[in-house]
């Protein structure tokens, strides 16, 4: 069982390291992706933690917990659907008059060659 405890403290390393790297480099967004990995390896480190009774490390790690998880929820809150999609604002051109209807203007023509 010990095995398991020691396995869960690596992976949540693994797991919040590779988060950070790819965030640093570029390769990944500090979005979903991140926060949901800091949010798994925060809670394999408290596991870890409180088997070793290391409560310091185990206070921290349920703050970046925490962290994680109210982030997760603002992004899900924030994400709009479709039917909320705000179309773009209209351009009004100058000169033209504001009627809710699009003008019908023919395209200058080249003259014709005989």
Not at 19 to 38: C, D, E, H
Not at 43 to 55: L, S, T
């Amino acid at each position: 069982m010990e095995l398991l405890w020691e396995i869960s403290g690596w992976a949540g390393a693994v797991a919040i390291l590779s988060a950070y790297l790819a965030v640093s480099m570029g390769w990944l967004k500090a979005g979903k992706g991140f926060q949901t990995a800091n949010l798994l390896g925060s809670c394999a480190f408290i596991v870890n933690g409180a088997f070793h009774e290391a409560w310091p490390s185990v206070v921290t790690n349920v703050a970046w917990f925490l962290i994680s998880a109210v982030a997760l929820l603002r992004m899900r809150s924030q994400q709009e659907s479709p039917a909320d999609a705000v179309e773009p604002p209209q351009v009004q051109f100058p000169g033209v008059p504001e009627t809710g209807q699009l003008a019908i203007v023919d395209a200058p023509r080249a003259p014709r060659c005989a």
